[in-house]
C-alpha cells in the first residue's frame, strides 16, 4: 500500500510550496502515532509517499498546516483580504481508512485560506 498527496492553493491557481503535512496511524484508543511528515515541493506534492509497501491497513490522519501557508509574509499576493490576526484555517486533519494492503492511495487537498475539499484521487 501506498499513499501520496498534494496541495493545490485554490485562491492563487497553482501548487502550493512548502506546507507541512504530517501523518499519524489512529489506534483503536484513538491515540495519534506519528508515522511521517514532509513538505510539499514546488510542484505541491511530496518527493516521495507517505507510507511504504509494507504499511498496515488501518485508520491514517494527514495533518494539512495550511495556516503557515497562507500568513504573512509568506502571502505575497493580493487576494482583495486583511491580514488576519488569526487564521480561519489553520490546520486542516483528514482521516481516511486504508483498506486495500496492494492499493495505491492518493488524498490531494484544494485549499484557500477560508475553505477547503478533497477526494480519493489517483
Do not use: W
Amino acid at each position: 500500500m501506498s499513499l501520496t498527496t498534494h496541495v493545490l492553493d485554490t485562491a492563487r491557481g497553482r501548487p502550493a510550496a512548502g506546507v507541512r503535512v504530517e501523518l499519524h496511524r489512529i489506534e483503536g484508543d484513538e491515540r495519534r502515532v506519528p508515522v511521517a511528515e514532509a513538505r510539499t515541493n514546488a510542484d505541491g506534492r511530496l518527493d516521495r509517499p507517505l507510507l511504504s509497501a509494507d504499511a498496515a491497513p488501518g485508520v491514517y490522519e494527514l495533518t494539512f498546516h495550511v495556516g503557515d501557508y497562507f500568513a504573512p509574509p509568506a502571502d505575497q499576493l493580493d487576494l482583495g483580504l486583511a491580514a488576519p490576526t488569526m487564521p480561519f484555517l489553520d490546520r486542516v486533519p483528514i482521516r481516511v481508512g486504508l483498506a486495500d494492503p496492494a492499493a495505491h492511495y492518493h488524498v490531494p487537498l484544494l485549499v484557500s485560506p477560508f475553505a477547503y475539499s478533497t477526494y480519493r484521487g489517483s
